[in-house]
């Protein structure tokens, strides 16, 4: 079992930057690959959308093309947490932003699926 709580959500201009944070509690963080899915306004559960990945390790990286070149996923396994900072926002990158962990460590997925375990969400809002 692990125990997810992201922050870091807020609102923003375009072309600004967040940093959201997700901080694991209970079993051993390094056992999870993490993923962090955001959720947009008006779309259900099942439409989540991807939007990084990481490996155990960090050594393993994969983005969505929406958020490639301007999100960098990152983990601290003695913090027991994993980022995601978001540079150059887009008003279409407003969402609740989820993470969520694989126990397979040594990749994560896009499919939100994939995840057994899901922290309760953080809102991003880009204003225009």
């Known amino acids: 079992q692990v125990q997810l709580v992201e922050s870091g959500g807020g609102l923003v201009q375009a072309g600004g930057s967040l940093r959201l944070s997700c901080a694991a509690s209970g079993r051993t963080f390094s056992d999870y690959a993490m993923g962090w899915f955001r959720q947009a306004p008006g779309k259900e559960r099942e439409e989540r959308e991807f939007?990084?990945?990481?490996?155990?390790?960090?050594?393993?990286?994969y983005y969505a093309d929406s958020v490639k070149g301007r999100f960098t996923i990152s983990r601290d396994n003695a913090k027991r947490t994993v980022y995601l900072q978001m540079n150059d926002l887009k008003p279409e990158d407003t969402a609740v932003y989820y993470c969520a962990a694989r126990i397979y460590p040594y990749s994560g997925s896009y499919s939100y699926t994939e995840y057994g375990y899901w922290g309760q969400g953080t809102q991003v809002t880009v204003s225009s």
């Open positions: 939007v990084a990945h990481i490996s155990w390790s960090g050594g393993n990286t």
